[in-house]
Nanobody
Framework: QVQLVESGGGLVQAGGSLRLSCAAS??????MGWFRQAPGKEREFVAR????????YYADSVKGRFTISRDNAKNTVTLQMNSLKPEDTAVYYC??????????????????WGQGTQVTVSS
């Protein structure tokens, strides 16, 4: 059974940092990613990483502030978020897929999802 379990969300002041983790089980995933969804908005891409860990891609809104990484031995993916802004406030979702394809920036390109973790950035 495939499971993705996120942790690490919370409340932080603007300019602060948070680290999200996603523990995956049940399958080897070719690509893992993070998406977020703010109230009243569509789910949007944040970052994704290939199985090798060498190929990463970020949304322009988080580039230079967020870093995605994965540990294949532990089957986990981490999102380090620095210089947080109030507009980063959202529920963050871990996503994974077990097939190959490009580019990995749309929700429909993933077939497994975590339950989400709330990130709130106060001004």
């Amino acid at each position: 059974q495939v499971q993705l379990v996120e942790s690490g969300g919370g409340l932080v002041q603007a300019g602060g940092s948070l680290r999200l983790s996603c523990a995956a089980s049940g399958r080897i995933f070719t690509t893992m990613g993070w998406f977020r969804q703010a109230p009243g908005k569509e789910r949007e891409f944040v970052a994704r990483i290939r199985w090798s860990g060498a190929n990463t891609y970020y949304a322009d809104s988080v580039k230079g502030r967020f870093t995605i990484s994965r540990d294949n031995a532990k089957n986990t993916v981490t999102l380090q978020m620095n210089s947080l802004k109030p507009e980063d406030t959202a529920v963050y979702y871990c996503a994974a897929r077990d097939f190959f394809g490009e580019p990995g920036v749309r929700p429909g390109e993933y077939n497994y999802w975590g339950q989400g973790t709330q990130v709130t950035v106060s001004s």
